[in-house]
Nanobody, 119 residues
């Protein structure tokens, strides 16, 4: 099995910064991509950023220029540096990975970490 554990969430004032981390562990054979999604109350989960093993990245328009996703393949860890945070960034942030622990790839999810941006 593959487990994803997020950390780094918390309460921050508008304009502040947070860095989220997600570490994958377990019987991992390979990870194709890792990313971050978020879900605000009453809304659907949305893609925030994703990074593929080769280094390509993609961001939601709402976070471009403010968030940076990075990945340490050796540590099976993905990071999300969040700067200039806004109240509308408030959500539960979920780590996602497409990983292979056996004969096929499947999606794995962390349990989420709360990010609250409020004064």
């Amino acid at each position: 099995q593959v487990q994803l554990v997020e950390s780094g969430g918390g309460l921050v004032q508008p304009g502040g910064s947070l860095r989220l981390s997600c570490a994958a562990s377990g019987s991992i054979r390979s990870i194709y991509d890792m990313g971050w999604y978020r879900q605000a109350p009453g809304k659907q989960r949305e893609l925030v950023a994703v990074i593929i093993s080769g280094g390509s990245t993609n961001y939601a328009d709402s976070v471009k220029g403010r968030f940076t996703i990075s990945r340490d393949n050796a540590k099976n860890t993905v990071y999300l540096q969040m700067n200039s945070l806004k109240p509308e960034d408030t959500a539960v942030y979920y780590c996602n990975a497409n990983a292979n622990s056996g004969a096929y790839f499947r999606g794995y999810w962390g349990q989420g970490t709360q990010v609250t941006v409020s004064s």
